[in-house]
């Protein structure tokens, strides 16, 4: 005769940790839902590429070298 085996520790520890991570999927799927579409804005613009225009773009403020003044530096 065959002794059926009880379901282990870790099985069941697998098994907790699936039905955990269904039920924060299905928190995270309505709390989507609840929040709405994330679409472009309505007036059709998105808003993380609205400023960038074609072409080469400004140099950022970081970018820009401040010119030395005359007095300054070492000169002989």
Excluded: C, F, N, Y
């Amino acid at each position: 005769m065959t002794q059926l085996s009880r379901p282990t520790i870790t099985k069941r520890q697998r098994e907790q940790a699936r039905i955990t991570k269904q039920k924060d999927k299905a928190a995270r799927r309505a709390e989507k839902v609840r929040r709405g579409p994330s679409g472009p804005a309505p007036d059709g613009v998105d808003p993380d590429i609205a400023d960038i225009r074609p072409g080469p773009q400004p140099l950022a403020d970081w970018q820009i070298d401040e010119p030395e003044t005359e007095g300054s530096g070492s000169g002989g």
